[in-house]
């Protein structure tokens, strides 16, 4: 008989103590799921299978040490979470008087049941050193199954814990998915208050049929993406995300059964698995034609609500993304939309907007859901944080930064806010030759032009001393008009005071008239 040992080993890092040919004595088998189990069929013999189970393996347990889940510390985090989203919600009280009240008392639920969770984490924790030890020891059964291309899903159980490795199939990524799951901890139901209903009871009868077209749409959002259906019939959820829980919740009041199920062990974090299942009928099956029909009012929320669900937010990068099995059903209302998007292939389809793009369907989302913004931003789901980032940023449409020389397009740029210089790009020798020929017209054939290659392109630089030199008033207006843009729109004053002090150097070549007027339009 095989015991485990060290079942109460300090967390350390496993790869400075592990012995890779002890994990190689588990029962490696293929598995067949029965029920919500696995089972054992046949023992696996094929030693590539096995080492790329036992690295897989070996990553999970790394991870799994590395976060401390073998100790309570980590959930802390979740109440306090919780207990930001109570005290938002109940600055909303004079508003929406004593419903909101009743809301503060599920969120209470919410923390008590994870106080309770904590208690039995010392159990759990237990279970999950011994787990660690006897696959350390090869002491275990561990089920693997092969997909076609090769990928492998690894089941681990050990009593009442479960180890689930999966690798992933449909995206680019190459990080597995760790996740716990334990049985012998129990779910409880709350009671969710009907809040939006007593916000639309406020509310006039157009507003009203306004509102429950964004209700709607929310909940259509969700079922296409995170959402289940349990029993065939019935709204459910899973989600690590606390704040994307509680907006959830609202969208179905009344009893709903929350089950803290497992944990999510991912590389750049440890989250808390929720279940979540409503007394709601899922409108999983009707997404496709729900959405076919939609108007602005009911398609915005849905897209907005899948994008929390199955999309990315990037401030940064200003894009705004949603990832989708099924593009088809999303291209009647990414069409009425009539924001320029750019789809990127594979297994998963993702609808991608960029700058301006994201930034003008950032204010539609805020727009339309303006009815709700109070509960929104109580609530504080990261997604909807970050698009109302975006939907301040300003919009930069192309060509505002571009001046007309010799009837060619040139974008004004300021390297290091010291100079300017006017850049044209092209991939044609011969477009880069007709351009330089009619600057040569313009000003002389001694004239200051550059070119040189950058990657794929072909550069063509004009330093503003040719503009100067050759007393072109015109694109001088021009260059001064772009200038006073890049001020208005500079991200802090620092570099407001550098553009200015740019400003400043070439304004004084023009009338005492035409500086005054150049210096109140740039606010300089």
């Known amino acids: 008989m095989c015991i485990a040992q060290n079942k109460h080993t300090t967390t350390i890092e496993i790869e400075n103590r592990v012995n890779v040919e002890l994990i190689k004595k588990n029962k490696f088998c293929k598995g067949m799921k029965v029920g919500h189990h696995y089972r054992c069929i046949n023992e696996i013999k094929n030693q590539k299978t096995i080492n790329h189970a036992v690295d897989l393996l070996i990553e999970a347990l790394n991870r799994i040490t590395y976060w401390h889940i073998d100790t309570s510390e980590w959930l802390e985090k979740y109440r306090r979470e919780l207990l930001e989203i109570r005290r938002n919600v109940e600055e909303l009280s004079e508003k929406y008087n004593g419903i909101i009240y009743e809301f503060a008392k599920t969120i209470n639920s919410l923390i008590k049941y994870i106080k309770r969770f904590e208690k039995k984490y010392v159990n759990i924790s237990n279970e999950i050193r011994e787990l660690i030890s006897k696959i350390e020891n090869g002491c275990i059964k561990i089920i693997v199954r092969e997909s076609s291309n090769g990928t492998l899903y690894i089941v681990v159980k050990n009593k009442h814990i479960t180890l689930k490795v999966n690798e992933p199939t449909l995206s680019k990524s190459k990080d597995i998915t ?240 010291r100079t300017v210089i006017l850049m044209r790009r092209t991939k044609s020798s011969d477009m880069m030759n007709t351009i330089t020929q009619k600057l040569k017209e313009r000003y002389s054939n001694d004239a200051l032009i550059y070119t040189h290659t950058y990657r794929d392109f072909i550069v063509i630089e004009i330093p503003i001393k040719t503009i100067i030199n050759n007393n072109d008033g015109d694109v001088m207006i021009q260059i001064i008009k772009v200038l006073c843009k890049k001020i208005i729109k500079a991200k802090n004053e620092k570099i407001r005071k550098r553009l200015s002090k740019l400003l400043m150097k070439y304004i004084n070549l023009f009338t005492e008239e035409t500086v005054k007027e150049i210096r109140n339009s740039c606010q300089v």
């Not at 009203?208 to 909940?219: T, V």
């Not at 259906?229 to 919740?249: D, H, N, S, V």
């Not at 009647?332 to 003008?360: C, D, F, N």
């Not at 698009?387 to 004004?412: C, D, H, P, S, W």
């Open 178 to 417: 760790v996740v716990l799951y334990f049985e012998n901890f129990r779910g409880i139901k709350v009671m969710v208050p009907d809040v939006i209903g007593k916000i639309l009871e406020q509310k006039d009868e157009k507003t009203k049929e306004l509102l429950k077209e964004i209700i709607e749409g929310l909940k259509i959002g969700f079922a296409s993406s995170d959402e289940l259906m349990y029993k065939y019939r019935y709204a459910a959820m899973e989600t690590t995300k606390i704040r994307q829980m509680i907006l959830w919740l609202l969208l179905y009041p009344g009893k709903t059964y929350v089950h803290i199920n497992g944990i999510d062990v991912n590389k750049k974090s440890v989250a808390i698995r929720w279940f979540l299942v409503s007394s709601h009928n899922s409108l999983k099956n009707s997404i496709a034609t729900l959405l076919s029909k939609a108007g602005i009012n009911l398609a915005v929320p849905a897209l907005y609500t899948a994008i929390v669900g199955d999309g990315n937010v990037d401030i940064k990068k200003l894009r705004i993304q949603l990832a989708s099995k099924d593009i088809s059903i999303w291209i009647p209302i990414i069409e009425k939309l009539g924001i320029r998007w750019r789809p990127s292939h594979g297994k998963i389809t993702r609808i991608s907007y960029y700058s301006s793009h994201a930034v003008e369907l950032a204010r539609l989302i805020v727009n339309t859901l303006q009815e709700l913004h109070d509960l929104l931003n109580a609530v504080g789901e990261e997604k909807w944080v970050i698009i109302n980032e975006i939907a301040k940023k300003e919009l930069r449409r192309r060509g505002e930064a571009q001046v007309i020389v010799a009837g060619e397009r040139f974008t004004v740029h300021t390297p290091n806010w």
